[in-house]
T-cell receptor
Framework: GENVEQHPSTLSVQEGDSAVIKCTYSDSASNYFPWYKQELGKRPQLIIDIRSNVGEKKDQRIAVTLNKTAKHFSLHITETQPEDSAVYFC?????????????FGKGTKLSVKP | EPEVTQTPSHQVTQMGQEVILRCVPISNHLYFYWYRQILGQKVEFLVSFYNNEISEKSEIFDDQFSVERPDGSNFTLKIRSTKLEDSAMYFCASSERYGTGPQEQYFGPGTRLTVT
């Protein structure tokens, strides 16, 4: 089955700097890769996603890149702000089907220092 | 904006007892999911549900677990005989089937289950 590895486990940056979180996946049939932000004690919230037919997607300060050949995808946050501090999870589908059962990485705790 | 809702927010139960966790998915969504998150760990897939039957389940979802859509709005997860290791946050999620391929999944606020 699908396995998702995520690095780093913790990341500390200064306000205004960029942050990059990387994930690799094992199942070449996976075709959907969302990123979730989870604040302490709250639900995971979808912040951006990418499908296997594109290589990059951007939404304001957040971008995701996908390299299907290497089976890795990355989250890029520019001009970080203290409110970006949270745990970020990458995920991938287990199969190429329509169920979209998500397999998550272990998460990255991002701390943005003012 | 419509949201997935879950009740209760916190459930404390004794080992061996049955619990039912309840979810109300977003009204026009057709796929439903349960995930769990042990404290400080990653979110783990349990089961997906579509058209009144289980689509897929993980190794975690053994015979002690069951899901049901008893009416047009609720989606429940039942744990028949709880174990200490079932203590976790349980998230319900739903997605809208539109076209082909996986769709965005929206998570509920979670139910924190504590088994003593």
């Amino acid at each position: 089955g699908e396995n998702v590895e995520q690095h780093p486990s913790t990341l500390s940056v200064q306000e205004g700097d960029s942050a990059v979180i990387k994930c690799t996946y094992s199942d070449s049939a996976s075709n959907y890769f969302p990123w979730y932000k989870q604040e302490l004690g709250k639900r995971p919230q979808l912040i951006i996603d990418i499908r296997s037919n594109v290589g990059e997607k951007k939404d304001q300060r957040i971008a995701v890149t996908l390299n299907k050949t290497a089976k890795h995808f990355s989250l890029h946050i520019t001009e970080t702000q203290p409110e970006d501090s949270a745990v970020y999870f990458c995920a991938a589908t287990t199969s190429g089907g329509s169920q979209g059962n998500l397999i998550f990485g272990k998460g990255t705790k991002l701390s943005v220092k003012p | 904006e419509p949201e997935v809702t879950q009740t209760p927010s916190h459930q404390v139960t004794q080992m061996g007892q049955e619990v039912i966790l309840r979810c109300v998915p977003i009204s026009n969504h057709l796929y439903f999911y349960w995930y769990r998150q042990i404290l400080g760990q990653k979110v783990e897939f349990l089961v997906s549900f579509y058209n009144n039957e289980i689509s897929e389940k993980s190794e975690i979802f053994d015979d002690q677990f069951s899901v049901e859509r008893p009416d047009g709005s609720n989606f429940t997860l039942k744990i028949r005989s709880t174990k200490l290791e079932d203590s976790a946050m349980y998230f319900c999620a739903s997605s809208e089937r539109y076209g082909t391929g996986p769709q965005e999944q929206y998570f509920g606020p979670g139910t924190r289950l504590t088994v003593t």
